[in-house]
């Protein structure tokens, strides 16, 4: 069965500090890979997705990520972080056959970010 | 253009008693999900409908969760009689069509407490 895990449950990083958060997926075929924020009481937003071609995706506010197949990974950067990306971070899987639309989420992220 | 709408944000009930929720997709969107998130946990679906027709139920609880989405439009999920570990948010999404490449876009989501 598919899985996602996110190997950081809080992390906190100094303002204007660079940032990697951790994704790593189990999946049996070329996944879709998606990375989502929530900021407190909202709902979740999609910050960049992978689908196929380049494994350096570019998305919103700043973010890539990189697909590496070697290493069932999918981890979120930011070169410099802003006091108003602190949130919460979910990596997710696109689901296959019968479930075939259906965002497989790990447990998320936290992240703090320090004045 | 609205995006997907919830209602109530919030909702304190006692245990044993009913609470229903609703859903407004964003117009035109045929695919629309309800996920269960619990504190500290990323998302799980617990139905995906296409249209009107519930095509993944089988993450739902049947004995005490039902949804309906009547017109293919709105949605309401409901709980009847609502136990204590139902307390969690409650996150809707909707997305153009099923399949992990149609992005889902999320409702701020309505938060269960249950007493």
């Known amino acids: 069965a598919q899985s996602v895990t996110q190997p950081d449950i809080h992390i906190t990083v100094s303002e204007g500090a660079s940032l990697e958060l951790r994704c790593n997926y189990s999946?049996?075929?070329?996944?879709?890979l998606f990375w989502y924020v929530q900021s407190p009481g909202q709902g979740l937003q999609l910050l960049l997705k992978?689908?196929?071609?380049?494994?350096l995706v570019q998305g919103i506010k700043g973010f890539e990520a990189e697909f590496k197949r070697s290493q069932s990974s999918f981890n979120l950067r930011k070169p410099s972080v802003h006091w108003s990306d602190a949130a919460e971070y979910f990596c997710?899987?696109?689901?296959?056959?019968?479930?075939?639309?259906?965002?497989?989420f790990g447990k998320g992220t936290k992240l703090s970010v320090k004045p | 253009e609205a995006g997907v709408v919830q209602s109530p944000r919030y909702k304190i009930i006692e245990k044993k008693q009913p609470v229903a929720f609703w859903c407004n997709p964003i117009?035109?969107?045929?695919?629309l999900y309800w996920y269960l998130q619990n504190l500290g946990q990323g998302p799980e679906l617990l139905i995906r409908?296409?249209?009107?027709?519930?095509?993944?139920d089988s993450q739902l609880p049947k004995d005490r969760f039902s949804a309906e989405r009547l017109k293919g439009v709105d949605s309401t999920l409901k709980i009847q009689p609502a136990e204590l570990g139902d307390s969690a948010v409650y996150l809707c999404?909707?997305?153009?069509?099923?399949?992990?490449?149609?992005?889902?876009?999320f409702g701020p989501g309505t938060r269960l407490t249950v007493l």
């Open positions: 409908y296409e249209n009107e027709e519930a095509v993944d």
């Open positions: 999946y049996g075929a070329t996944p879709y």
């Open positions: 992978y689908f196929s071609g380049d494994t």
């Open positions: 999404a909707s997305s153009l069509g099923q399949g992990a490449s149609n992005e889902q876009f």
């Open positions: 117009s035109g969107h045929n695919t």
């Open positions: 997710a899987v696109g689901g296959y056959g019968g479930s075939q639309g259906n965002l497989i």
